[in-house]
């Protein structure tokens, strides 16, 4: 199985797991997605305000091979990358396009007051941004060095913000500070390659 194809099968587990589980809560099993300061009763949308978060989650997790193989000088490290920061944009979108869906099902205010939803703006300029770098990527094949690192950057500080500051479960806060350290390893290795050089 190529890279790709498990960075794509990854993917569609993690979207299955999200969907099931969307499904799971929205009927009131398992764990509720309750805001700090708000109460169950006020939770609406069900199933599309838990897949808005949980898509989320999928997206996070996929950055993780991501950020450990952006730095690598390798064939395969490239490959890595380019299959997983595909994916990843891939599921980045489609969270948006999940939480676009919350405005036209009536929900877009209530997400908004209770910190689901923090403003669609610079999400959708990161969307934008990141779709146009993924193209870039696929059709020219070469590194564009200071802004796919502006745009890594702006990705761990916009996915991170969210979860650590605005997510209520301690699973998301755990996820963020995961990318963080994940980041910064990555980040140290590259530079001890480039002094070693």
């Given amino acids: 199985m190529s ?45 599309w305000i838990y897949l808005c978060v949980l898509s989320g989650w999928v997206g996070m997790i996929l950055l993780f ?6 730095w690598g000088a390798s064939y395969e490290s490239r ?10 944009c891939i599921a980045y979108l489609f969270q948006i396009t999940i939480c676009i869906s919350l405005y ?21 300029i990161l969307a934008a941004w990141w779709s146009f770098d993924v193209a870039r990527a696929w059709v ?10 502006t745009l890594h ?15 209520s479960l301690v699973v998301i806060k755990l996820l963020g500070g995961a990318l963080i350290f994940t980041s910064l390893v990555s980040f140290s290795i590259a530079m001890k390659r480039r002094r070693a050089r």
């Avoid at 490959?79 to 990843?88: C, N, R």
């Avoid at 020219?140 to 690192?149: A, E, K, L, N, P």
Wanted: hydrophobic share 55%; proline share 3%; charged share 5%.
């Fill in 104 to 124: 036209f099902a009536g929900l877009w205010d209530w997400s908004l007051s209770n910190g689901i939803i923090q403003s669609i703006w610079p999400s959708l």
């Fill in 79 to 88: 490959a890595v990358w380019l299959a997983y920061w595909t994916v990843s």
């Fill in 65 to 70: 091979p991501t950020f450990l193989a952006i």
């Fill in 140 to 149: 020219y094949g070469t590194w564009v060095t200071v802004q796919r690192i």
């Fill in 3 to 47: 890279v790709i194809q498990r960075a794509w099968f990854g993917y569609a587990i993690l979207t299955i797991l999200a969907v099931v589980a969307s499904l799971a809560l929205s009927n009131g099993s398992g764990v509720g997605l309750v805001i700090p300061g708000d109460s169950v009763e006020n939770i609406q949308g069900g199933f």
């Fill in 153 to 167: 950057i702006a990705i761990v500080v916009m996915v991170t913000q969210a979860a650590i500051f605005s997510g």
